[in-house]
């Protein structure tokens, strides 16, 4: 079982910053995905790390203005997420897989184990 929980959220102003942080309970290397919620919507992929976390893929909405990493030694994944819109507004996830699975992972039925969530809200 691996417990992840998210951190870093908050109101911010357009056109603001913020860095999520994924910290898991256990070392691992498996491919991780961020995902968000907004009011009324389903949840959708933003971005992810594949397996071994070298290959990073993203989102078409964030392309460009969001950034996932790794830090292995501290069991944490970041999103780095820069020019928020407020349509970025959502609760945000991230979720790890129980076993390696390769490739690049966008579906949230790919994923096993899920965070709790973090809420950021991007006033205009």
């Known amino acids: 079982q691996v417990q992840l929980v998210e951190s870093g959220g908050g109101l911010v102003q357009a056109g603001g910053s913020l860095r999520l942080s994924c910290a898991a309970s256990?070392?691992?290397?498996?491919?991780v995905g961020w995902f968000r919620q907004g009011p009324g919507k389903e949840r959708e992929f933003v971005s992810g790390?594949?397996?071994?976390?070298?290959?990073?893929f993203y989102a078409d909405s964030v392309k460009g203005r969001f950034t996932i990493s790794r830090d292995s030694a501290k069991n944490t994944v970041y999103l780095q997420m820069n020019s928020l819109r407020p349509e970025d507004t959502a609760r945000y996830y991230c979720?790890?897989?129980?076993?390696?699975?390769?490739?690049?992972?966008?579906?949230?039925?790919?994923?096993?184990?899920w965070g709790q969530g973090t809420q950021v809200t991007v006033s205009s």
């Open positions: 979720a790890t897989t129980r076993f390696v699975r390769l490739g690049i992972l966008r579906n949230r039925d790919e994923y096993d184990y």
């Open positions: 256990v070392r691992t290397f498996n491919a």
């Open positions: 790390l594949a397996y071994g976390g070298s290959t990073s």
